[in-house]
């Protein structure tokens, strides 16, 4: 696993506990550059395991996929401790969980004031985000100089948020923010 550069582990139903063993393995693994945990059940408590791991900053992590894994508000608060410090982690997909406004908030905070490598985030079809997320998401969209491509469909964000977000970014070069506004929109990969 050493010289190993991406773990694929899709839809494996690992639990918590099998990332805590897994985690164990990732400690001193400094050569996995992605990660994807995708369609599992690890849970906030597998979210945990990983992220005492990333808070090493042995690891060089730049993907990490951890869409439908039955994450929550909880596990998002140990994954905004790590983006803290980390400067490593450039991708994370997030899509499918039960992240809430909460944890947007959470990201966001940690997004705008301290991480300097995130270039792409998708939070989409997390139907527990609403509305009262978006003045979060638009002060991390204009402090924060990274972030490249945020992935927001199929939350409950009214059409109106939606305009406001497409105008924060209106003066970012290059930045895509995926919406329901235009329904052929491709997410980028999830």
Same mark, same amino acid.
């Given at each position: ?8 582990? #899709? ?17 001193? %693994? ?14 906030? #408590? ?7 791991? /990333? ?13 439908? *894994? ?21 991708? /994370? ?47 991390? /969209?204009?402090?924060?100089? #990274? ?8 939350? *409950? ?10 105008? #924060? ?14 329904? *052929? %929109? %491709?997410?980028?990969?999830?």
């Amino acid at each position: 696993m050493r010289k190993c550069k991406g773990l694929y582990l #899709t839809g494996n139903r690992f639990s918590s506990q099998s990332i805590s063993i897994l985690s164990d393995a990732l400690y001193d %693994n400094s050569t996995l550059i992605e990660l994807d945990l995708s369609d599992n059940h690890i849970s906030d #408590t597998g979210v945990k395991f990983l992220m005492e791991v /990333l808070l090493t900053n042995k690891s060089n992590l730049k993907k990490l996929h951890l869409g439908s *894994n039955n994450i929550s508000d909880h596990g998002i608060k140990y994954l905004s401790d790590v983006l803290k410090v980390n400067s490593s982690l450039t991708y /994370l997909m997030l899509n499918r969980n039960r992240i809430g406004n909460t944890g947007v908030y959470l990201l966001s905070n940690v997004l705008a004031l301290h991480n300097i490598s995130l270039e792409a985030l998708s939070l989409s079809s997390n139907s527990l985000i609403m509305d009262s997320s978006i003045d979060s998401l638009i002060i991390m /969209l204009t402090h924060n100089r #990274t972030l490249k491509e945020l992935d927001i469909k199929c939350c *409950n964000i009214s059409e109106i948020n939606i305009q406001r977000l497409q105008q #924060t970014i209106n003066d970012k070069n290059d930045f895509k923010l995926y919406t329901d506004r235009y329904r *052929n %929109n %491709n997410c980028f990969i999830s």
